[in-house]
């Protein structure tokens, strides 16, 4: 694999907080690739140089995120869910910025609707309507409930400022969850 020039990974990174910076003060339609320029210290040609527009640059920065959650939940598959919340919990809590800032802003119910469909989809392997609790309800009722009830306390957790303590959020959600879905 080639090595990735530390110069454009630092412009990337630059470009992303400063699409995520000024998405707190505007509207996403409002921002200007001048904005993000300016805002990020780069120059317009850089932004073309790794992004076709402000709405691919999104795009690549919620599928980024929805990559590494996918691999968060690969990597804690042979845990319990609140064993396995602790890793989700503290990668919400380090990218606090974009999540937060994407869940409430305008434009949200795109990155919502993707988040919900990238917990559907890592639940959907734990749901078992054929024995235990869930015997006999529909697969697809309790899928979508518990992946909404997720996807509903992280957007509560950011709104009100992670005031639950990370491990805290994340122990009590994921008993929830292990009570469930076991």
């Not at 339609?29 to 320029?37: K, L, R």
């Not at 409430?104 to 917990?119: D, Q, T």
Request: proline share 1%; net charge negative.
């Amino acid at each position: 694999m080639a090595k990735v020039d530390r110069r454009i990974t630092k412009s990337q990174e630059a470009i992303k907080k400063a699409v995520t910076e000024l998405m707190t003060e505007k509207r996403f339609d409002d921002i200007t690739i001048q904005d993000i320029a300016d805002r990020a210290n780069v120059n317009r040609g850089t932004i073309y140089l790794h992004y076709m527009d402000k709405y691919d640059l999104l795009d690549k920065m919620i599928e980024e995120h929805m990559d590494n959650l996918r691999e968060l939940c690969q990597s804690a598959s042979d845990m319990t869910y609140q064993e396995g919340n602790y890793i989700w919990y503290e990668y919400f809590e380090h990218h606090y910025l974009f999540f937060s800032t994407m869940l409430e802003s305008k434009g949200a119910h795109y990155f919502r609707s993707r988040f919900l469909e990238l917990v559907v989809q890592e639940t959907k392997p734990e749901v078992d309507t054929t024995e235990g609790k869930n015997q006999g309800l529909s697969e697809e009722v309790v899928l979508h409930f518990f992946s909404s009830a997720v996807v509903g306390a992280v957007e509560w957790w950011f709104k009100n400022g992670m005031h639950v303590p990370t491990d805290v959020i994340a122990e009590q959600t994921g008993i929830l969850l292990d009570r469930n879905l076991e």
